[in-house]
Each structure stands twice: as C-alpha cells, then as structure tokens.
C-alpha cells in the first residue's frame, strides 16, 4: 500500500495573515496607482504590474513543468519535492484572472493599441493579440490544473471516506468514479506521463506567445528568435529557485520534517547550478549574434540595459566606468550576477550544494535576480535611457514597485498554501 496519501491539516494561521496582509498592501497600492488622476502614477502603476505579473505567472507555470519532467524522465529522488512543485500551480487561476489588468491598462503600456506598427499591423492589431494570448493562457491554465488533478486523485482515496462539509464535498467531486486506489494509481501514472509531454510543449509556446507579445512588442522595432526561449527558460529556473527555497525553509517544518534529505537538498542545488548555466547560454547565444552583426534595429533593446559599453564600436577601456553608469546598466548587471555568476561559482563544488544556508542564499539571490530581470525587461522599454539622462526617475524598489511586488508575493503563497489547505497532505505526502 501506497503511503502517497493526503491526510486532513489545517492552514498555518500566521503565514496565511502575513500574506493576506501583503495582498492588501498590493491591492490598494493597485487601485491608488490606477484610479489616480496624475497619468504618470498610472503608467508607472500599470508597468510595474506588467514586469511581477510576467514574473509570477511563468514561475508558477514553470514550477507544473519542473514535475511533468520528473515524471517524463521517470526521476525518483525528488519525495516530496514533486508535490511542493504541485501546488506551486495552484497561483495559475489567480495569474488568468490578473491578466484582465493588463488588458484594461493596454493604453498605458503598449503604444501599438494606438499607433500601428509600421510591417506589424496584422500580428499587433490589438483584438487579434489579446483574444490569442487569452486562449494560449486559458488553454496552458486548463492543462495545468487537469495535470495537478490527475497527479492529486490517487491520494485521496482514503480521505474521501472521512471527510466532511465542503472539504469532504470537493473530495468526492475530485473522486467521481472511484476505482480502487491501486487501479486510480496505475491509470493516473499512465495519463499523467503523457499530459507531461503535453504540459511541456504548451508551457514552451504559451509562454513564448507570451514574450513576443507583452516584452518584444514594447520595443516595437526589436526583433529576435531567441528571446522568447529566453524568457520560458527563465521562468523554468526562477521555479526551481523557488522550489528550493520552500523545501529548504519548510525541511524541519511537521509537513517534511526529514524528507528534504542532504542528498535531495545536493540534487535541488545540481538543478539551480545546471539550468542557470543553460540560462546564461541563452542570453549569450542572442547577445553575441547581435553584438557581431551590429545593427541598429537590434543593438537598440541591448544599450537601453546594457548601455553602449557592450556594443562592438565601445569594446575599449578609456570611458569605461562612465559608461558602466549610464541607465539601467547597475540594474542590469545585478541581475545577471544574481541568476548566473553568484550561483555558478558559489555552487560549483558539491558541498556548497548540500549545504542549506548557502543554497537557500542562492536560491533567494536568484529570485531577487529574475525580479530584476523582469523590470528591465519592461521598463527601458517604456521609459528610454534618454529619457532617465532628462530627468525621469525610476527605480526597482520604489513605494509603487515595492507595494505591488507585495501583492503579488501574498497572492501566490495565500495560493500556495490555500491548495494544501483544500488538499491537505499534499505536501507531507510520502512518496
């Protein structure tokens, strides 16, 4: 007998009022932003929601991959680490929901919604765009919750009899037919596996849909094949960064306690260390091509981040610090220390990886730095360099910033631990 059950828990009181309470904070610092009269609080509000939404909506996604290629590569060491990825989805329905923002704030974020893209009139005519990006989200929402209830069903054979109220209600809901554990089990590992196949390439083209359309639209000129694999990939790494600090900080909680062992612990840092090598290969695979073939309509997304400094024309000494201080150039560079340099060469031995103190470090470093990475994806797009050299102030840590970054941060935990409150067990759930 399987020991993958979910047994009845309760919802930790404190940790559920600390994230309320941060959604509160994002909600009003969202409706002050957008409800005001000063048009420029507007845009910013409405940017930085953009830039935490496309950061939480493809790390939760990322998160249901991270278990389909579990089950696709027929792992067995991850124990319960497969069901925190799980209910890391559980943020999906909220994501789809917070989507209908971006659409109401399309005047103050995408300048095509109003001025044509001169060669992009059909792919950027704003019905089109935001009917298709619609549909590939409903659909990568739809498949993602059919996976989480295909990997869930078999674990609740035994609550299903005990429970009552609504819990017991959504029980047999989710139960509706019931086999026998033993057969529930064997039809769900084989249904499972193959919508892994299927979650896999959805998330890969939903998201790159995504990229095209919310980030690459905003420099309408900028063109780039590998940009849209950059972004799902780091949706995939800022996951597993994520998994790990939930494992490490619940391991000696009574849901995991002596689950999340030195050798899981060695393997979550493998994937950090690994998948941030491949992250920056993307980044250097699109940067190199542009930086060889130097044109203008290419270069422009690179020096409104990087600034001039790392263009081929610059690649010299005199003026290098005054170049370093142009816009964004600080912000830019944090980031890729945070998500690539820091994690290489702190992870590069095996102890560093066993040890949690240090993983966990690198882990929160690299959420910190795929925050980042999202605002100055967004951001220099809407507002240039020149701009910020005129006078324009902008910051990643701003009361706005700061404030809906918080609401974003409680609704996926309140998600997060509303989905184990609704299947309790889940994440103490022995495999």
């Known amino acids: 007998m399987s020991h993958d059950v979910a047994t009845?828990?309760?919802?930790?009181?404190v940790p559920a009022a600390i994230f309320g309470a941060l959604v509160v904070v994002g909600a009003v610092t969202l409706i002050f932003g957008v409800a005001s009269s000063d048009a420029e609080l507007a845009n910013r509000t409405y940017r930085v929601f953009l830039h935490n939404w496309l950061l939480w909506a493809v790390l939760s996604n990322g998160a249901l991959v991270l278990s389909a290629g579990m089950r696709l590569t027929?792992?067995?060491?991850?124990?319960?680490?497969?069901r925190v990825a799980d209910s890391m989805g559980a943020y999906l329905p909220a994501s789809l929901l917070l989507f209908s923002v971006i659409y109401f704030g399309r005047h103050h974020l995408f300048e095509w919604v109003e001025h044509p893209i001169h060669g992009k009139e059909f792919w950027f005519e704003p019905s089109f765009t935001f009917t298709r990006d619609v549909i590939a989200l409903l659909w990568i929402t739809f498949v993602s919750i059919f996976y989480q209830y295909l990997s869930i069903r078999p674990m609740l054979g035994r609550a299903r009899?005990?429970?009552?109220?609504?819990?017991?209600?959504?029980?047999?809901?989710?139960?509706a037919g019931w086999r026998g554990e033993e057969r529930e089990r064997e039809i769900a590992t084989r249904r499972a596996r193959k919508l892994a196949a299927v979650l896999a390439l959805s998330y890969a083209i939903c998201y790159s849909l995504i990229g095209i359309d919310m980030i690459m639209s905003l420099a309408a000129e900028w063109v780039s094949t590998m940009f849209p694999a950059y972004y799902a990939w780091g949706g995939f790494l800022s996951a597993i960064s994520m998994t790990t600090v939930i494992?490490?900080?619940?391991?000696?909680?009574s849901a995991l306690s002596g689950q999340i062992t030195t050798s899981r612990i060695h393997d979550l840092g493998k994937m950090v260390f690994a998948f941030s090598i491949f992250w920056m290969y993307l980044f250097w695979s699109q940067y190199f091509v542009i930086w060889y073939a130097n044109i203008p309509?290419?270069?422009g997304f690179i020096v409104n981040r990087l600034g001039s400094e790392f263009l081929q024309d610059t690649w010299y000494f005199a003026g290098y610090f005054t170049r370093l201080a142009e816009p964004y150039v600080h912000v830019t560079l944090a980031a890729w220390f945070l998500?690539?340099?820091?994690p290489f060469w702190?992870?590069?031995?095996?102890?560093?990886?066993?040890?949690?103190?240090?993983?966990?470090?690198?882990?929160?470093?690299?959420?910190?730095?795929?925050?980042?990475?999202?605002?100055i994806l967004v951001?220099?797009?809407?507002?240039?360099?020149?701009?910020?050299?005129?006078?324009?102030?902008?910051?990643?840590?701003?009361?706005?910033?700061l404030g809906i970054a918080a609401g974003f941060v409680g609704l996926f935990f309140i998600c997060f631990l509303g989905f184990a409150k609704v299947f309790p067990g889940t994440l103490s759930a022995r495999s």
């Open 339 to 342: 998500i690539w340099v820091i």
């Open 247 to 253: 494992c490490l900080v619940m391991r000696n909680s």
């Open 379 to 401: 951001t220099p797009s809407l507002i240039p360099a020149k701009a910020v050299l005129a006078g324009a102030a902008v910051t990643p840590f701003g009361a706005v910033e």
């Open 8 to 13: 009845p828990g309760s919802l930790p009181k």
């Open 74 to 82: 027929n792992a067995n060491w991850q124990g319960p680490i497969q």
């Open 346 to 375: 702190v992870l590069l031995g095996a102890q560093p990886k066993k040890t949690p103190a240090i993983l966990g470090t690198v882990a929160v470093g690299s959420l910190l730095g795929f925050y980042l990475e999202r605002y």
């Open 297 to 299: 309509e290419e270069t």
């Open 161 to 175: 009899e005990t429970a009552t109220g609504l819990r017991g209600a959504i029980y047999q809901r989710w139960t």
